[in-house]
């Protein structure tokens, strides 16, 4: 059973920064792309970043691009979201999620990730 654990949330000032990490098990790692989405509770779960398989492409919503950077590392099975100048806005929960193909080509939407993981929460105070 593929599993996905997020981990690095917490509270921090706005202007700081934050690194979340995603490790995962039970699947090929390099057969799949992955995404973070966040969501803030009573509104949809908003894509955020995504990194391609094959050639490490990666995808970023128009609210964080220039300030967050995702990456994967196949040698661990994990991939990273390092959040910079991190805005009251970014607060929410993140997850961690597995794509169903090996690119991301875009950001997508839920219906193309199949395996999430329990999210990780992000507060970011003013």
């Known amino acids: 059973e593929p599993q996905l654990v997020e981990s690095g949330g917490g509270l921090v000032q706005a202007g700081g920064s934050l690194r979340l990490s995603c490790r995962t098990s039970?699947?090929?790692?390099?057969?799949?792309?992955i995404g973070w989405f966040r969501q803030v509770p009573g509104k949809e779960r908003e894509g955020v970043s995504c990194?391609?398989?094959?050639?490490?492409?990666?995808y970023y919503s128009d609210s964080v691009k220039g300030r967050f950077t995702i990456s994967r590392d196949n040698a661990k099975n994990t991939v990273y979201l390092q959040m910079n100048s991190l805005e009251p806005e970014d607060t929410a929960a993140y997850y961690c999620?597995?794509?169903?193909?090996?690119?991301?080509?875009?950001?997508?939407?839920?219906?193309?990730?199949?395996?999430w993981g329990q999210g990780t929460q992000v507060t970011v105070s003013s």
């Open positions: 999620t597995r794509k169903i193909y090996r690119e991301c080509y875009a950001l997508g939407y839920v219906y193309e990730y199949d395996y």
């Open positions: 039970g699947f090929t790692f390099d057969d799949y792309a």
């Open positions: 990194v391609s398989s094959s050639d490490g492409k990666t």
